[in-house]
């Protein structure tokens, strides 16, 4: 959640936004026509028109992947948040659906997260009916703009229709507030040991846990981080769960906390820590700071609830707060990241999470572009490639000293570097084109370590569309999202290998097709 500046604006458009429901669009629009503006993403989520942000309330139920999110159907700017909707039946193509909730009398509808309330501990059903329970936080911006701090409280709706329509339930909220100025984000989980509902929520430096039996009814349990992990900006978005080390029984709990502003990068970030929870607290040995994400374009995201065989599927939003409000689209603004699968790798005595696209992303990779191509050691090697401004790049290679760049015929362009002296991966999107629109957006190369891959062959994989490119090394060990915004579509690809031993193999590049 972002703090607005403009309050006096923004708590007269709350009010407006209660007295009337916002625009709906015409469901007979084509879909196909709005999605071909200037920089529109072609296999991303984007709303059809005006502002996005968090992912909120992701929950399967009954063949329905849900996605809500932070949303202002009135203008490109954030402003009174409600719960968009969209949904899935494969986490690529979605369906877009009417606006989930409306700000009332006790706010805007802030992030949250949704269940599915299989034993019904709310009683909200009556017949028989499977309750999905929606868990948000309440901003009342006549409160923030008084100077209180007490302005965020934690509310519940639910529904009995998978969601197509939702009810507030009569008793918000259900979790006040007693001066806690950044007081949000709840994400909800059953935990089976305990036969309770665990909360995660966020409270400006730490995490908050809360239990409850019903949904209704919270108690504070413990809090974590007041010493640990990164520091540079207000804490937000938590998520916690459980989690298979790869290639054992080990089960290892992963707490995920967004952060803005301190990441990496700058601006906004997403860490996470490993370690254990007992149904009251969370702890960790972990010492070290790690990212989920080392771009500066992947924040917010959180995890799916009630997914089949327990897939631990998540979803970013694809910004930053640094330049959000500015990036150059005009009828909408914002995208999530891919759709991705966590796991955890067990290396030494450490623990890291790992993040790559969903096995369905790929199905949109068709036609190969080029295929089985190989860069020597000391090679270097330019190609026009129709399509690739919308396109997957994939190769191995053992070396870690390469550059692969993507142009256009204007000379704009983005550079993948690896760098065994630095011990880095380097995104530069600075000659991207437009990057002046904010100061920070194409100031600098974005850095991620490499030092935890280790001497065997390892996979890159580079997904582009028109306004972003997602890398993925060794499996998700190493990730980095960045928006871009070219005047025209890449169709140069380069290639420099300048490790005389290590070839780069296997390079296949492949259209991706559109989900819309």
């Known amino acids: 959640m972002k703090r607005s500046v403009l309050l006096i604006l923004l708590c007269a458009l709350v009010w407006a936004c209660k007295e009337k429901a916002p625009k709906q669009l015409d469901e007979a629009t084509n879909v196909a026509d709005n999605y071909e503006e200037p920089y529109r993403p072609q296999y991303h989520f984007t709303p059809q028109e005006k502002w996005m942000n968090d992912p909120n309330g992701l929950v399967y139920n009954d063949g329905i992947y849900h996605l809500f999110y932070q949303y202002y159907p009135d203008d490109i700017v954030w402003g009174p948040m409600h719960w968009g909707h969209a949904v899935s039946t494969d986490m690529v193509h979605w369906e877009h659906k009417p606006i989930a909730l409306f700000p009332d009398e006790h706010g805007l509808i802030f992030s949250g997260s949704a269940v599915v309330d299989k034993n019904n501990t709310s009683g909200f059903a009556k017949n028989g009916e499977t309750p999905l329970v929606a868990v948000f936080t309440y901003h009342l911006m006549e409160g923030e703009k008084a100077g209180r701090n007490d302005f965020q409280t934690q509310g519940i709706a639910f529904s009995l229709d998978n969601g197509d329509t939702w009810t507030k339930y009569e008793g918000n909220p259900v979790i006040g507030n007693s001066g806690i100025k950044d007081f949000r984000d709840p994400k909800v989980f059953w935990h089976e040991a305990t036969d309770q509902w665990i909360m995660a929520l966020v409270a400006g430096d730490h995490a908050k846990f809360y239990s409850s039996p019903d949904l209704k009814a919270w108690v504070h349990i413990s809090d974590f981080g007041k010493n640990h992990g990164a520091h540079g900006g207000v804490w937000e978005c938590p998520d916690l769960f459980p989690i298979k080390v790869e290639g054992s029984d080990e089960v290892k709990w992963v707490l995920i906390i967004s952060i803005n502003p301190g990441a990496p990068n700058g601006g906004s970030g997403t860490q996470y820590f490993v370690g254990e929870f007992d149904g009251n607290k969370f702890t960790t040995d972990q010492e070290e700071t790690k990212w989920l994400d080392y771009g500066t374009d992947n924040y917010a995201g959180v995890t799916y609830n009630n997914t089949p065989n327990n897939e631990r599927i998540f979803i970013g939003w694809m910004s930053n707060w640094d330049y959000a409000r500015d990036t150059p689209t005009k009828k909408w603004r914002s995208a999530m990241t891919l759709p991705r699968t966590l796991s955890l790798r067990k290396n030494g005595d450490g623990y890291w999470l790992s993040n790559k696209p969903l096995p369905q992303v790929n199905k949109l990779a068709t036609s190969d572009l080029v295929s089985s191509l190989e860069i020597t050691g000391g090679e270097t090697k330019n190609m026009d490639v129709d399509g690739l401004g919308q396109s997957k790049i994939v190769f191995k290679t053992r070396s870690k000293d390469f550059r692969v760049s993507v142009k256009n015929s204007l000379g704009e362009k983005v550079d993948l570097v690896m760098d065994s002296k630095s011990q880095s991966l380097i995104l ?66 380069i290639f420099e290998n300048s490790d005389e031993e290590h070839k780069l193999q296997d390079v296949v590049v492949k259209q991706m097709q559109s989900i819309w």
Do not use: C
């Not at 280790?454 to 998700?476: K, N, P, Q, R």
């Open 428 to 493: 530069d999107r600075m000659k991207s084109r437009k990057v002046d629109f904010q100061a920070e957006f194409g100031n600098k190369k974005h850095h991620a370590p490499i030092d935890q891959l280790g001497e065997e062959a390892f996979e890159v994989v580079i997904y582009l569309d028109w306004s972003s490119i997602e890398v993925f090394v060794d499996g998700g060990l190493l990730a980095m999202t960045d928006q871009i915004f070219p005047t025209e579509p890449f169709q140069k690809l």
